[in-house]
């Protein structure tokens, strides 16, 4: 960063990566919506009382389209909406937080320009979820929470027996613990630790890649290590989505790597080609080796790993999924999966059934879904609780089965939005993958776009298995993805689509 910026920049430059950091925190609300605040603040001042727009020779055309098109339809779908008042409600709360995470991000690219935070800054700010998580659980494993402690702990505690811990080692007292697996620091949503982790993941991937392409072998093995301490947070807070999505983005980025510099055609120095080569080989492998032993750790010591095959297919064994979901399940069903699984011990159906509130009724949910999407296409108030008022509704009194949501981000789109909504967003997210796609090819290679397609893969791709497209979720994909598409832009003539060169401060 140039320290020579403005005081105001520098404001923008700061609170901006404390706002990416912190976005993905439990119990940061508050401060979130003064740092979203802040920026907006900021932003409005340099476009209304400066010469910025000129100076940068911005035009509103080049906000893409399918972005326009979003915000529109958010502020005008109340006025369709069935539930009116819970429709303006939500668009004064998640979706219009939303629409300023976006402007944010690309106020704050379009004023700081190049000396804006860099790709590395952006991957660090991330990783701050996932330093907190370690930091506790060395914490947790020095004895510092006490021989018995859930796998979460909240903030008060934490401070409770960081005090004990601290009159004891006054005294010459020690408590000794058995490494923490399972433990999830003081959020108890893994959720946010997995979005963080997989994020700064793919951020330093790409660090990793032009590291290496420039020749900066130490900030190569840094960002090669920080992917592993990422891997390494969401193992022991067993993290299964997180542990998923992350080796699946990693394949992506590999695959798309390879398929790239096949393109190009991209020849590495001769000079030391082997030793570098051989050093990058073995530097990997290590590395998997020591991701895989803490993956075959979890996985053995984990029962929810076990059979999850099994409890997957059983969600499909439910004659009446809305029927299961308001009254449980039923005598035909239970000796249906008894039957199915006759061979095995007792013990193992019991778990089948009981997997019914996890993974198997997740399968439900995803059926019950499509069941409640045939008949509220149009969508109903743009609530993240939209299908827990349809499935009340329908069940006639509170489901015995409680989901917060369908575990699936795009029907709960449509259920709160209508099918349209849900298209809309998918236009702009595949919109900034494609866009990151392309220019990624160009032979004026941007790392800047290259990390715009994973980041905006990867929240595709996730929304699938999750209901990711709400409350902060929104604004941590909108800030990182507005910033990343509009970085890639030179700083100066932004209004006239310049794409920057190869120059990018990693």
Same mark, same amino acid.
């Given at each position: 960063?140039?320290?020579?910026?403005?005081?105001?920049? $520098?404001?923008?430059y700061?609170?901006?990566?404390?706002?990416l950091?912190i976005?993905?925190?439990?119990?940061?609300?508050?401060? $979130?919506?003064?740092?979203?605040?802040?920026?907006?603040?900021?932003?409005?001042?340099h476009?209304?009382?400066?010469? %910025?727009?000129?100076?940068?020779?911005?035009e509103l055309?080049?906000?893409?389209?399918?972005?326009?098109?979003w915000? *529109?339809?958010?502020i005008?779908?109340?006025l369709?909406a069935?539930q009116t008042?819970?429709?303006?409600?939500?668009?004064?709360?998640? @979706?219009?937080?939303?629409?300023l995470? &976006?402007?944010?991000?690309?106020?704050?690219?379009?004023?700081?320009?190049r000396?804006?935070?860099?790709? &590395?800054?952006?991957a660090?700010?991330?990783?701050?979820?996932?330093?907190?998580?370690?930091?506790?659980?060395?914490?947790?494993w020095?004895?510092?929470?006490?021989t018995?402690?859930?796998?979460?702990?909240?903030?008060g505690?934490? &401070?409770?027996?960081?005090?004990?811990?601290?009159?004891?080692?006054?005294?010459?007292?020690?408590?000794?613990?058995?490494?923490? &697996?399972?433990?999830?620091g003081?959020?108890?949503?893994?959720?946010n630790? =997995?979005?963080?982790? *997989?994020?700064?993941i793919?951020?330093?991937?790409v *660090?990793?890649d032009?590291?290496?392409?420039?020749?900066?072998?130490?900030? +190569?093995?840094?960002?090669?290590?920080a992917?592993?301490?990422? %891997?390494?947070?969401?193992f022991?807070a067993?993290?299964r989505?997180?542990?998923?999505?992350?080796?699946?983005?990693?394949?992506?980025?590999?695959?798309?790597? /390879?398929?790239?510099? #096949?393109?190009?055609?991209?020849?590495y120095?001769?000079r030391?080609?082997?030793?570098l080569?051989?050093?990058?080989?073995?530097?990997v492998?290590?590395?998997l080796?020591f991701v895989?032993?803490?993956a075959v750790?979890?996985? =053995?010591?984990?029962?929810?790993?076990?059979?999850?095959?099994?409890?997957?297919?059983?969600?499909?064994?439910?004659?009446n999924?809305?029927?299961?979901l308001?009254n449980?399940?039923?005598?035909?069903?239970?000796e249906?999966?008894?039957?199915?699984?006759?061979n095995?011990?007792?013990?193992?159906?019991?778990?089948l059934?009981?997997?019914l509130?996890?993974?198997?009724?997740?399968v439900?949910?995803?059926?019950?879904? +499509?069941?409640?999407i045939? !008949?509220?296409w149009?969508g109903?108030d743009?609530?993240?609780?939209t299908?827990e008022?349809?499935?009340?509704?329908? *069940?006639g009194?509170?489901?015995?089965?409680?989901?917060?949501?369908?575990?699936?981000a @795009?029907m709960d789109v449509?259920?709160?939005?209508?099918l349209?909504?849900?298209? #809309?967003?998918?236009?702009?997210?595949?919109?900034?993958m494609?866009?990151?796609w392309?220019?990624?090819?160009?032979?004026?290679?941007?790392?800047?776009? +290259?990390a715009l397609?994973?980041?905006?893969m990867? @929240?595709?791709? $996730? =929304?699938?298995m999750?209901?990711?497209?709400? !409350?902060?979720?929104?604004?941590?994909q909108?800030?990182?993805?507005? /910033? #990343?598409?509009?970085?890639?832009?030179?700083?100066?003539?932004?209004?006239?689509?310049y794409?920057?060169? #190869?120059?990018?401060?990693?």
């Open positions: 960063m140039n320290y020579k910026l403005p005081i105001s920049f $520098r404001g923008v700061w609170i901006f990566l404390a706002y950091a976005l993905p925190l439990a119990n940061t609300t508050a401060l $979130r919506n003064i740092f979203l605040l802040t920026l907006v603040c900021l932003i409005g001042y476009i209304f009382f400066t010469n %910025f727009l000129v100076e940068k020779d911005f055309r080049s906000i893409p389209l399918p972005l326009v098109v915000f *529109c339809f958010l005008l779908f109340p369709w069935e008042d819970v429709a303006w409600m939500n668009l004064k709360g998640q @979706w219009g937080q939303s629409i995470a &976006w402007c944010v991000g690309i106020g704050v690219a379009l004023i700081l320009g000396q804006g935070p860099s790709l &590395w800054g952006l660090v700010a991330s990783t701050l979820p996932v330093v907190i998580h370690l930091t506790l659980t060395l914490l947790a020095s004895g510092a929470f006490g018995n402690f859930s796998d979460s702990i909240s903030i505690e934490i &401070w409770s027996s960081l005090i004990q811990m601290f009159d004891s080692s006054m005294h010459g007292d020690s408590v000794s613990h058995g490494f923490p &697996w399972g433990f999830r003081y959020d108890p949503m893994h959720g630790l =997995g979005y963080a982790a *997989c994020q700064a793919v951020l330093f991937v *660090c990793a032009i590291a290496w392409r420039k020749d900066q072998h130490d900030r +190569f093995w840094a960002a090669v290590a992917v592993t301490l990422c %891997f390494l947070s969401v022991i067993s993290s989505g997180a542990v998923l999505f992350g080796i699946v983005m990693l394949l992506i980025a590999s695959v798309a790597i /390879y398929f790239r510099n #096949l393109q190009k055609k991209i020849a120095k001769k030391n080609s082997r030793r080569n051989f050093r990058l080989l073995f530097g492998l290590i590395s080796i895989g032993a803490f750790k979890i996985v =053995g010591s984990d029962s929810r790993w076990v059979g999850v095959v099994d409890k997957m297919s059983v969600g499909f064994d439910i004659e999924p809305i029927d299961f308001c449980g399940l039923s005598l035909a069903d239970q249906k999966i008894k039957y199915r699984y006759r095995e011990l007792p013990k193992y159906s019991d778990e059934i009981g997997s509130s996890s993974d198997g009724g997740r439900v949910l995803m059926r019950a879904g +499509f069941s409640l045939l !008949e509220n149009r109903i743009g609530s993240r609780s299908y008022r349809l499935i009340e509704n329908k *069940c009194h509170p489901p015995v089965m409680h989901f917060a949501h369908t575990h699936q @795009w449509i259920l709160a939005l209508g349209v909504g849900a298209l #809309l967003l998918a236009w702009v997210f595949i919109f900034f494609l866009e990151g392309r220019n990624t090819k160009r032979l004026d290679f941007s790392a800047w776009a +290259f397609f994973l980041i905006t990867f @929240w595709i791709l $996730r =929304g699938f999750d209901s990711v497209y709400r !409350e902060h979720y929104l604004q941590m909108a800030t990182i993805i507005s /910033y #990343l598409y509009f970085r890639k832009y030179n700083s100066i003539d932004i209004g006239k689509n794409v920057t060169s #190869l120059k990018i401060n990693v």
